[in-house]
Every structure is written in structure tokens, then in C-alpha cells.
């Protein structure tokens, strides 16, 4: 029986502190004890099953509850072991979004380290991106040193700090208002600025290192032009040409004397390079070295030969822009003592550009001699034409001989027949023309007449020599064209340069030519009374004797007989062929 209990056990599957305790419990009984402990079982079974149906019955409802609890939660572990095989299947997406996490929590965590920093350099942030607007007020109100530290100072940090955007943008913004800063500063070139501006305007510009020193030199003179050519542009082109001219040439003494010499003071050190190439400059040993440094390189030896032409070209150019203005201009002025003192004014304007080596007084003459010989030629031009309109008009009736006023009764004891007749000018006044006295060559005003009047016989007979024949006024057209070339002799005498002697002595031997040559023509196709021929052969005589000579005369008072001679004897020779015919 005790095997059997043993088996039971063991079939029982008791647990194993249990059955040891018991088994241990049963070797300490006796025999009889041994022998009744089936029945004792027996009866505990016993009593545990009827417990056990009593508890059953008492408490159904929690059986119940159990078993549907059981049926539930075998369901609910059906779902979390497919659950878990879903989980399981997930996990490898779990841990790439956890790895994902983990990257973009590093950059937000970055950002937010960032976020403390800024707001902790908030103050100086806001003053570096204040530097363009500071940087544009200071260029507004001309304070350029403070403007160029802070381009400075922002480049330094676009090289120290390339890649940070808001440098970048600060270097953007700080060029934009470099431009502006530029623009300023040429428009200041473009205007009337002293020496100590122009040398600051220059160091601005060298310190901004926007131009290599050859544009820099090329800007400087291309400013400097503008502003000369605004001032010539800003010359009314309709008032008198002597005034225009004249503030023309003002511009050019005054400005251009200016720009020389402000680039010469900027550049000199460029421009000594050549000198110094040359053997021209100070500077001995150290001179010897720089011009051997040169010539070793070619390059640079061109590049500054370039540099230092600059000037030249601009200056040629400058200076045949007013050339061409006065060639423009100068015909335009009709009066000869207007033209004299335009000449002297521009000789003053070479002579003034001389001391910077720019003496063009040597080109004017040209300019000066072709508008006085095209003053000549007008005016003689308008003699000639009065003279055939008054010899076509003209009734040859004979004319009361002009009387000599008082006062030229002492000066004509002292001349020849001749010249003490008549006077042109008192003639003309009678026949309505213009009179040549104090209009001739040598004419004088009436009180400096006066005061040669009293200087002696010497004096007299000279002053005599100068006034035109009285008996010229017998035949009117010879006198108006007297008058006429008088008045072009006195325009020429004004401006009566060594050069226009052959030209204007060439121009009135074929007025004088002309004259005679419309006297022959008037003879041949006019029918005249006997009276009427005797007055014009007259009038023939008196060109010829008379109006000739003294008119030669006149010409070589302006032009001395040494350069210059006026050759009559082609005009002569026609006047003797008219006086032939009449025998």
C-alpha cells in the first residue's frame, strides 16, 4: 500500500518539496500508523470532494466566469501573437525611423544650439547688418573715409568667412552702395573742383582698387573732358561770335591749363618713368636702375610709355576741337579789330598753356590769316560791286571842284599838286558816301589830327601823305571805291599778320584789275557825248595817276615794300589802253 501511495504521488505529479516533505512524514510513522493512512487519505479525499462539490455549487457563476474568462483570453492571445508577428515584421521599419529620429533630432538640436548663440549675438548682428545702410548715409553726406573703412572692413570678413550667406549678402549690399559711392565720385570729376579735392576724389578711388592705374588715368581725363565739353555746350551758339569765341577760348586757357596741371600733380610718379627712360628726370644711380629696369622689360616699358601718351592724345584732341571751333567761328567775325583781338586773346591762351608744354600759338596763324584775307576779299569784293553800280548810274556832268578846308591851306604848301586839290572825305560827305577820313590806313582821329598839326612840318607832311586826294571826289565812283578799299584796309591793319602780304596784295591787284576792267567795258558799250568822254577819260586819268599810287601807298603802310609789293602795272596798262582810244 505504501507503493501504491508512493505511485499515486508520482501520478499526482506533487510538487517535489512537497512529496519529499511527505515522503519524509511517512518513514517517521510507525507501522500501524503506516497501515491506517489509506483509510485517512481516503477519508481526506473523500472530504475534499464533497468540499469540493460544495464549492462548486455555492460558487457555478465563477466557474462560469472562468471558463469564458479562459475562452477570452485564448482569443486575446491568438490576436497578440499575430500582433506580435506583425511587431516582429515592423521592427526593422521601427529602427530606421529611430535611426531617422535620431539624425534629425542631431540637426534640431544643432539649430536650437544655434537659435541660443544668435540670440546671444543679437546686439552685434544687428550692427553688421546695419553697416550698408551706415555705409549709404555716409556716402550721402560726403563722408567717403568712413564709407571705405566699412568696405573694408566687410571685405576682410568676406574673406575670412566665404561661405556664411549673411556675409555674402552684406558684401551684395555694400557693393551696390560702392556703385553709388563711384557714380558720386566721377560726377565730381565731371565738375569744378580745386587741386586738394581732385587729389582726395583720387585717393578714394585708388583706395576702392575698381581701376587699374592705366583706366584710372583714362577715367581722370575723360571726366576732365566731359566737364569742359559741358562748359562749351552750355555757350549760347546765337549771340556775337567774337563773345562766343572769346568765353571759348576762356574755357580752354583756364580749364584745360587746370586739368593738366591736377593730372600731372595725380600721376606724376607714372609719368617720371618715362623721363627718367629718357635720361631727362633727377635721380643719377637710382634713375640709371629704373631705366635699365625698363628696358629688361619690355611690357612694362610699353605699358608705361602707354600711360604717360595718354595725356598727349588728350591734350591733341582736345586742342583740334578748338581748332575746329575757330575755324567754325572766326569767319563768322566782320569787324578786323574784333579779329585782332580775338588773335591776341588766343595767343594769350597759348602763351598761358605754354608753361604746361602746350603752345599752339604757332597753328593759329593759319586760322587768323584766312579769315582776315576772307575779311578782305568781302569787303574788297563790295567795293568792286559798289564801284560798277555807281559807274552804271553815273550822269558824267562836270562837278565844281572841292574846296580845301582852311586848315589844310598851310599843309598843302608842303605837298605836291597832286595831293593838295581835294579830299576824298569832304567829297563823299557832299555826294552822300561814307567818308574815309579817319577810315584810311593811316587815318587819325580829329584830335590827334590836331595835335600832329602842331608837332611840326615834318609831321604834317606826313599826316598829308596819309589822307586820301581831294580831287578823287571830282569823279564819285572812284571815290566810293576808294572808300571801299580804304575800309578794307583798315579791317585788314587790325589783323595784318607777315603772311597775308602776297594774298591781300594778290586780291587787290584784281579788284584794281576788276575796276579798270569794268571802266574799259563801260567805254566800249556806251555811247558818250564829246563832254561826257572828256569827263570819263578824266576820270580814267585820275584812276590812274591818282587812285593807283595812293592806294599802293596805303598797302605798303600795312605791309612794308621789303615783303610785299603791290604790282599795278596790269591795271595800269588797261587804264592806258582806254585813255588811247580818246588819243
Not at 238 to 256: F, P, S
Not at 561 to 571: E, V
Request: net charge negative; charged share 15%.
Amino acid at each position: 500500500s505504501t507503493r501504491n501511495l508512493i505511485v499515486v504521488m508520482t501520478d499526482q505529479q506533487l510538487d517535489g518539496g512537497a512529496a519529499l516533505g511527505y515522503s519524509s512524514q511517512l518513514l517517521s510513522f510507525s507501522l500501524d500508523r503506516l497501515k491506517k493512512e489509506p483509510k485517512l487519505l481516503a477519508e481526506e479525499e473523500l472530504r475534499l470532494q464533497r468540499a469540493l462539490q460544495t464549492t462548486a455549487t455555492t460558487h457555478y457563476d465563477a466557474f462560469i466566469k472562468t471558463a469564458s474568462c479562459l475562452q477570452t483570453i485564448d482569443t486575446e492571445l491568438n490576436s497578440v501573437c499575430g500582433h506580435l508577428d506583425h511587431l516582429l515584421q515592423d521592427i526593422p521599419k521601427l529602427v530606421s525611423t529611430c535611426e531617422s529620429f535620431s539624425v534629425q533630432s542631431s540637426s534640431v538640436l544643432e539649430q536650437h544650439t544655434q537659435n541660443k548663440l544668435l540670440a546671444r549675438e543679437q546686439a552685434t548682428l544687428l550692427e553688421l547688418l546695419e553697416v550698408p545702410q551706415l555705409m549709404d548715409t555716409c556716402v550721402r553726406n560726403g563722408v567717403y573715409d568712413e564709407a571705405l573703412d566699412l568696405q573694408a572692413f566687410v571685405g576682410r570678413m568676406g574673406l575670412l568667412h566665404p561661405d556664411v550667406p549673411l556675409v555674402n549678402l552684406l558684401m551684395t549690399q555694400v557693393a551696390e552702395v560702392g556703385q553709388t559711392m563711384l557714380q558720386q565720385l566721377m560726377s565730381r570729376l565731371k565738375s569744378s573742383i580745386q587741386l586738394p579735392e581732385c587729389l582726395r576724389i583720387m585717393g578714394y578711388l585708388r583706395r576702392m582698387a575698381v581701376f587699374s592705374e592705366a583706366d584710372l588715368r583714362l577715367q581722370f581725363l575723360q571726366c576732365r573732358d566731359e566737364w569742359i565739353s559741358s562748359l562749351i555746350d552750355e555757350l549760347d551758339d546765337t549771340q556775337d561770335a567774337y563773345e562766343h569765341v572769346k568765353h571759348l577760348t576762356d574755357i580752354h586757357r583756364l580749364y584745360l591749363f587746370d586739368a593738366i596741371m591736377q593730372y600731372r600733380a595725380i600721376f606724376f610718379g607714372g609719368g617720371s618713368s618715362v623721363a627718367g627712360a629718357t635720361g631727362t628726370g633727377p635721380g643719377g644711380q637710382s634713375q640709371s636702375a629704373a631705366t635699365a629696369s625698363l628696358l629688361q622689360n619690355p611690357t612694362v616699358l610699353a605699358t608705361s610709355i602707354r600711360e604717360s601718351s595718354m595725356l598727349h592724345s588728350w591734350v591733341q584732341h582736345r586742342l583740334s576741337l578748338y581748332l575746329n571751333m575757330l575755324r567754325r567761328y572766326l569767319p563768322l567775325i566782320t569787324e578786323g579789330g574784333n579779329l585782332a583781338s580775338m588773335l591776341e586773346h588766343c595767343m594769350y591762351c597759348g602763351s598761358s598753356l605754354s608753361r604746361v608744354g602746350l603752345d599752339f600759338q604757332g597753328l593759329l596763324q593759319p586760322l587768323f590769316e584766312t579769315c582776315s584775307l576772307g575779311l578782305l576779299a568781302q569787303h574788297l569784293a563790295g567795293a568792286v560791286e559798289v564801284f560798277n553800280t555807281r559807274l552804271e548810274s553815273h550822269k558824267w556832268v562836270s562837278m565844281p571842284a572841292p574846296v580845301m578846308p582852311k586848315s589844310r591851306h598851310h599843309l598843302a604848301r608842303t605837298t605836291s599838286s597832286n595831293d593838295g586839290n581835294s579830299a576824298a572825305s569832304n567829297g563823299a560827305s557832299n555826294t552822300g558816301e561814307p567818308s574815309p577820313r579817319g577810315e584810311g590806313i593811316a587815318g587819325m582821329p580829329p584830335e590827334q589830327q590836331q595835335q600832329q598839326q602842331q608837332q611840326g612840318p615834318m609831321d604834317a607832311e606826313e599826316q598829308e601823305d596819309q589822307t586820301p586826294p581831294y580831287q578823287i571826289m571830282e569823279h564819285v565812283p572812284l571815290a566810293v571805291f576808294t572808300n571801299g578799299v580804304l575800309t578794307a584796309l583798315n579791317e585788314l591793319r587790325h589783323c595784318a599778320l607777315l603772311g597775308l602780304s602776297k594774298p591781300a596784295a594778290s586780291l587787290l591787284q584784281q579788284s584794281l584789275e576788276a575796276v579798270a576792267a569794268s571802266l574799259m567795258h563801260y567805254r566800249h558799250t556806251r555811247a558818250l557825248s564829246d563832254n561826257e568822254a572828256a569827263l570819263f577819260a578824266s576820270a580814267t586819268k585820275a584812276m590812274l595817276d591818282t587812285v593807283l599810287p595812293y592806294l599802293a601807298s596805303c598797302f605798303t603802310r600795312i605791309f612794308t615794300s621789303g615783303f610785299s609789293k603791290l604790282d599795278t602795272s596790269g591795271t595800269a596798262s588797261i587804264l592806258r589802253s582806254v585813255l588811247q582810244e580818246y588819243g
